[in-house]
């Protein structure tokens, strides 16, 4: 298996789709061999593109109160892991951001994924984690958050924690009464 430290020089030195950013690449990573959860999300949006680091905010906020989980713990890479299906803000669409990049998924994810021995829980966010993570056939996120059972307590699908989606929120209150306090729970176990 190739070094952990030789793997995150390449990706953060990674132009593999550089034309297509707005902002240019900033690959935006977090991991450690010692991570027992694996947040797997969608791509940085602008913010986290200045700031480096992941879910830096309003959506981390949000994840990390679905977690119940400190800022410490969420930022320690010995706990967890973060890696979006694209690595770096892919721009802004009609309705918000654009889908990750597709070439940095099949270029880098199961490299990466060799280096997590230790995992035992996966948070797939978004339609797109969800699509390269779940087994099975494809499922709107809806779909695939109803059925959370199916794949717990290892693999667990989430909405985007996104306040551009507080009206799924609203529309579906099992999940905040259901889902999340077994999900802080099991976090809680890991931590």
């Given at each position: 298996?190739?070094?952990?430290?030789?793997?995150?020089?390449?990706?953060?030195?990674?132009?593999?789709?550089?034309?297509?950013?707005?902002?240019?690449?900033?690959?935006?990573?977090?991991?450690?061999?010692?991570?027992?959860?694996?947040?797997?999300?969608?791509?940085?949006?602008?913010?986290?593109?200045?700031?480096?680091?992941?879910?830096?905010?309003?959506?981390?906020?949000?994840?990390?109160?679905?977690?119940?989980?400190?800022?410490?713990?969420?930022?320690?890479?010995?706990?967890?892991?973060?890696?979006?299906?694209?690595?770096?803000?892919?721009?802004t669409g009609k309705s918000g951001d654009l889908p990750p990049r597709p070439e940095c998924a099949p270029a880098w994810r199961e490299r990466l994924l060799q280096q997590l021995p230790n995992l035992e829980l996966t948070l797939v966010i978004g339609q797109y984690a969800q699509a390269w993570h779940l087994q099975g056939p494809a499922a709107t996120v809806t779909e695939?958050?109803?059925?959370?059972?199916?794949?717990?307590?290892?693999?667990?699908?989430?909405?985007?924690?996104?306040?551009?989606?507080?009206?799924?929120?609203?529309?579906?209150?099992?999940?905040?009464?259901?889902?999340?306090?077994?999900?802080?729970?099991?976090?809680?176990?890991?931590?």
């Open positions: 298996m190739e070094s952990l430290g030789s793997l995150l020089k390449q990706v953060r030195a990674c132009t593999l789709c550089a034309e297509h950013l707005p902002l240019g690449p900033r690959p935006v990573v977090q991991l450690d061999p010692g991570a027992r959860v694996l947040v797997a999300g969608q791509a940085p949006g602008r913010k986290v593109h200045a700031s480096g680091k992941p879910f830096d905010d309003p959506s981390g906020d949000r994840l990390r109160d679905w977690m119940g989980v400190s800022p410490k713990q969420f930022y320690n890479p010995g706990l967890m892991a973060i890696i979006p299906m694209g690595f770096c803000y892919p721009g695939n958050v109803l059925a959370w059972r199916e794949s717990w307590p290892t693999v667990v699908p989430l909405p985007h924690p996104s306040p551009r989606n507080n009206l799924w929120l609203r529309r579906n209150p099992w999940f905040e009464a259901e889902l999340i306090p077994r999900l802080r729970e099991r976090v809680a176990a890991l931590m």
